[in-house]
């Protein structure tokens, strides 16, 4: 046992030597520890206090998880004129840096992820205690594509979720971690979905975008505590999602409507797009918006295009379109910037 600990902690040694800055707006963290997705599938969490508990008693340390507030998003899917399918992703919150997290799960899919570092709580490098929530990166995945194709993307929605049907219980953010671990399609992914009871974190809802390498999308809700899945009428079909729901329900909420017919006019003139068009519909599509409901402004923090067909990611952080990066699913830290 003391064996297994020391080698536990080395490789969460590793991880944290890890971690480098690219620039003002972006890290890099090339995750090589254990971070027990099965324990966590298994503890039945239903909350964010049980799913913190339980990841700190397996990583032995003072890790947190998201902390979250009302944001904006968006995300759409299209299959370009030469076959490349893409998935868009704008993720629209309060002002902070993004990590990208490389994972290499040991009987899963490699992947790459971007997480917001304020879900973390983790503002000082210098402090030790700060530096262990790192670990905690796995599960704060906002969005990410695996070795396989597999791209899924969380946006939040009005509402709340607390399935409770006898099923095992899970949260948002470990759901999404087990589909980039485990699924290479979107059939699978939805599999995932529909094997466990979901429950949200801290009082909002969220549903999913969800794609695949062969081109195929759907969007998972969550109305009223029963699962919803739209799909497409034929592969290839442009989904686009931001934050309402798009099953038909009471819960009306205007958020999103201006960047979702922004993505919906784009999409019905040209629904086969290129990289670099998919870029420029997320430049159109960003967000900049007083919070309702705090202090401080909503803004894009990154915009990403997923390359599905070539397991990449085309990153922008802060709304800045003159630089941008590319990043591969299965090249840890190799970054090649294409712009700025």
Known sequence: MKIERAAAFAAQQRTLNAFRVLDENICLLDYRADYGLPEMLASNSSSLFKTVRTLQKYLHAPVRLPLYRKGGCSTFNTV??????????????????????????EDGYKSVAMVNQNHLLHNDLAHARHRMRVLAAPYA?????????????????????????????????????????????????????????????????????ISDADGNSAIVEYVDDKMYVIRQEEKGEPLKVTNFFLTPCDHYVKTGRDRFAIMDKALTENPSLTEEQCMKLLEDAKAYYRSKYKVYFVKTLWSAVYNLTERSMLLSARADFSRQYRLYADKPMVVEKVKG
């Open 141 to 209: 995945s906002m969005d990410g594509v695996n070795e396989k194709g597999l791209c899924i993307a969380i946006l939040q929605v009005h509402g709340r979720t607390r399935q409770r049907t006898g099923r095992p219980q899970t949260v948002t953010t470990v759901a999404v971690r087990a589909i980039l671990d485990t699924c290479a399609t979107v059939d699978e992914a939805i599999a995932v979905f529909e094997k466990y009871d979901m429950n949200d974190l801290l009082g909002s809802c969220y549903h999913y975008q």
């Open 80 to 105: 370009a004129p030469d076959g490349t399918v893409f998935m868009g992703r704008n993720f629209d919150y309060k002002e902070a840096r993004c990590l990208v997290v490389w994972t290499h799960p």
